[in-house]
């Protein structure tokens, strides 16, 4: 994959460790240079710093160094909670240690098994261990792990520490279009243009939409709904597929031929990042709803909100006409998602096409675990509208 790969689509690498335990100098090791701050005095790492990269064998990754376990000083507690929120977007855990004991590793390493997130243990400044054999054989008995013994700081062990990296991680080839087109077919992307996004630019679903079309061997024909009419009369026969903004079901749907399947980019990252079912089972949830529920909808982009703003305006219009002024809507973006759900009815979620798929799952978990439904924007929003029946989910 190319450098351009968004952070969305790589293999999320963490580091975990003590203060001190070289995990910045392990950071620049495995990227080939300094994008962290080394020093030996406690607290350099203040916040999670990751760094693109690309992994022989295992091909585009993000590598995330986070601030020591131990972390005493005045901000410790604050920067633990961040390091903890790492773990929800973790494909692959390095712990590290520099001694043969440490309790905030053993921590994470039990962490990482309840999450099934594959884990590394490493062992690093062997040049300045007097016993490794001991110290390893150590090590792996107190964490139940194989034990790769590493120098960050000399570069002994990485080649062996990049191999248990691509060893460890079972990639799942997925496709956002999987089982709605094949090759050959004429696929129709109405898109309305995003105001937030930057000038002359496609937001990030459109982009990876028409990418992977073209690489499946399809024909993406694009428009705007205003343009929709004048684009499928210029058609020979009907596209087989049409895609479209959730926003734009209704105006879409008026003029989608009998023939054509409808869905939207929205359905389509939620199937890819998420879990479909789940969140159509969610949307019943609306039929348990009243004017004193309460509702939490997530985004995953921090974006400054527009006049037409999907999450932050429409839907709560839609839902507020539907249940009534007081309905209780709280709406939360980025990293900001919390960890007790139990106060809410429901959960919408956007598509999430800035997060990988664990940081998604991490979330419908958490929902799922507390008893709370969730859905995702699409699904939502062609319920809504009286589509949900007529509207492509899986």
């Known amino acids: 994959m190319a450098a351009t790969t968004p952070i969305s689509e790589r293999v999320h690498i963490a580091i975990f460790g003590r203060t001190n335990d070289g995990k910045s100098t392990l950071m620049n090791r495995l990227v080939g240079h300094d994008v962290a701050i080394v020093s030996d005095k406690p607290g350099t790492t203040t916040d999670p710093v990751?760094?693109?990269?690309?992994?022989?064998?295992?091909?585009?990754?993000?590598?995330?160094?986070?601030?020591?376990?131990?972390?005493?000083?005045?901000?410790?507690?604050?920067?633990?909670?961040?390091?903890?929120?790492?773990?929800?977007?973790?494909d692959i855990a390095i712990v590290l240690f520099s001694l043969a004991e440490g309790a905030s590793q053993l921590r994470i390493i039990e962490e990482c098994r309840i999450r099934e997130i594959p884990t590394i243990v490493v062992l690093n400044k062997i040049d300045a261990t007097t016993d490794l054999e001991a110290t390893v054989n150590s090590l792996s008995a107190l964490t139940k792990h194989r034990v790769i013994a590493i120098s960050a700081l000399t570069g002994e062990g990485i080649e062996t520490l990049r191999q248990a990296i691509v060893d460890s991680y079972k990639q799942e080839e997925r496709l956002?279009?999987?089982?709605?087109?094949?090759?050959?077919?004429?696929?129709?992307?109405?898109?309305?243009?995003?105001?937030?996004?930057?000038?002359?630019?496609?937001?990030?679903?459109?982009?990876?939409?028409?990418?992977?079309?073209?690489?499946?061997?399809?024909?993406?024909?694009?428009?705007?709904?205003?343009?929709?009419?004048?684009?499928?009369?210029?058609?020979?026969?009907?596209?087989?597929?049409?895609?479209?903004?959730?926003?734009?079901?209704?105006?879409?749907?008026?003029?989608?031929?009998?023939?054509s399947t409808l869905t939207s980019f929205s359905i389509l990252f939620a199937r890819y990042k998420g879990d479909i079912a789940l969140f159509v089972e969610g949307v019943k949830a609306l039929e348990r709803i009243t004017p004193q529920s309460r509702i939490l909808i997530a985004e995953a982009c921090t974006h400054t909100p527009q006049n037409e703003d999907i999450g932050r305006v429409k839907l709560p219009r839609l839902l507020r006409k539907r249940f009534g002024e007081e309905l209780s809507i709280d709406i939360v973006g980025g990293a900001d998602y919390p960890e007790q759900l139990g106060n809410y009815?429901?959960?919408?979620?956007?598509?999430?096409?800035?997060?990988?798929?664990?940081?998604?799952?991490?979330?419908?978990?958490?929902?799922?675990?507390?008893?709370?439904?969730?859905t995702n924007y699409g699904v939502i929003l062609a319920a809504l509208t009286g589509i949900l029946d007529k509207v492509r989910t899986a």
């Open 345 to 374: 009815d429901l959960v919408i979620h956007c598509g999430a096409c800035m997060f990988n798929r664990k940081h998604v799952l991490s979330r419908i978990e958490r929902a799922r675990q507390q008893g709370v439904a969730i």
């Open 50 to 90: 990751q760094k693109a990269l690309e992994v022989n064998g295992l091909g585009a990754a993000v590598l995330v160094d986070t601030p020591g376990l131990d972390d005493t000083t005045e901000l410790g507690g604050e920067r633990m909670a961040r390091t903890a929120k790492v773990l929800d977007k973790t």
């Open 176 to 259: 956002i279009t999987e089982g709605f087109c094949k090759a050959g077919d004429n696929v129709l992307l109405v898109m309305p243009q995003d105001k937030s996004a930057p000038k002359g630019r496609l937001i990030q679903p459109q982009v990876q939409t028409i990418r992977e079309l073209l690489d499946r061997g399809c024909t993406p024909i694009c428009c705007t709904p205003d343009r929709m009419a004048a684009t499928l009369a210029s058609l020979a026969s009907p596209p087989e597929l049409i895609i479209t903004d959730s926003q734009a079901f209704n105006e879409v749907y008026s003029l989608k031929p009998e023939a």
